[in-house]
């Protein structure tokens, strides 16, 4: 079987990158206006000032997309692609290092949201780019993997092994089909993800790449409700040969409505120009961004809020793709 070349690891140049805007009243309620705020804000410092990449505002209808062109102005540009929600990690293709876009399959996160046009909008806006599309036949998530541009991914037993996405799958076959459709040879299996987090798991929640097989995973504040998976999954990234394990602080317990979110600094987007960190109004929310900021010293770290959009279940890295330069 011949190699494919593997994704670009986040850090390499971007051509553009799609965001997904929210679209639809019924799925955000009062947090609407408040998530297409917080997306703007996200879209713009992504574009810094015209040294970042080219932004692509994703709407799901023409209601929604006059909306975004209200708000964003020059900084992006608006695309009309019907879809469920604005997750577009999970239901983008994913593009390879030899600029295919590999398609799979996406059945809600285990059949939680079956919403109608998140099965194929991967599928539309990579066509929409001209891009030469493989479609792939078992599910996978964009926000399950991060890989580092060696080679090497990481990923969690929780979601890539759960019977909710490919049956019993064991672990040798995912690793089979990682390496036939998007090129990894190497993988670094963590445990669990953070509680609460409807995606079973995903890593961009929990640890992310930060150089080649330099993993950055958070470090437990006080009263920290995942400080156990925290632990665990840093002591399993220090027992791969090669990775480095670099701690960033953790937002600790958030809560909305008296409950448990998995907020994350994690779930930061690395950009061009500049990397976006989500801010929850935690204690450790600059001492995150310094830290992050830290590891991409040719970037301007940014800091925003995302208490809205996290309220549909994640943040700044999981409503965008991005579209590397090949």
Known sequence: MTKLPPPKPEWAPHKAVWIGFPSHPELWELDLEPARDEVIAFAEAVHAGGKGEQVLLVAADEEAAAAARRRAG????????????????DTAAIIRGDGVAADFQFNGWGGKYDLPGDDDVGLRLAEARNKKVESFPWVLEGGAIDGDGTGLVV??????????????????????????????????????????????????????????????VPEASDNDPNWQVYQRAAQKAAQHEGVTVV??????????????VPASYMNFYIGNASVVVP??????????????????PGRQTIGLRADHILTGGGSFHCISQQIPII
């Open 155 to 216: 990923t969690t037993e929780q979601c890539l092994l759960n019977r909710n996405r490919n049956g019993a799958m064991t672990r040798d076959e995912i690793e089979e089909l990682l390496y036939r459709d998007l090129g990894y040879d190497e993988v670094l299996w963590l445990g669990d993800g953070l509680l609460h987090d409807h995606t079973d798991g995903h890593v961009d929640n929990l640890a992310r790449f930060v150089a080649p097989r330099t993993l950055a």
């Open 74 to 89: 020059d900084i992006a540009r608006v695309v009309v692609q019907p879809f469920g929600d604005i997750w577009l990690r």
């Open 279 to 296: 801010l929850y109004g935690a204690d450790n929310d600059q001492a995150a961004v310094a830290a992050i900021g830290a590891l991409f």
């Open 247 to 260: 701690p960033v602080p953790s937002p600790g317990r958030v809560l909305r409505d008296e409950e448990i």
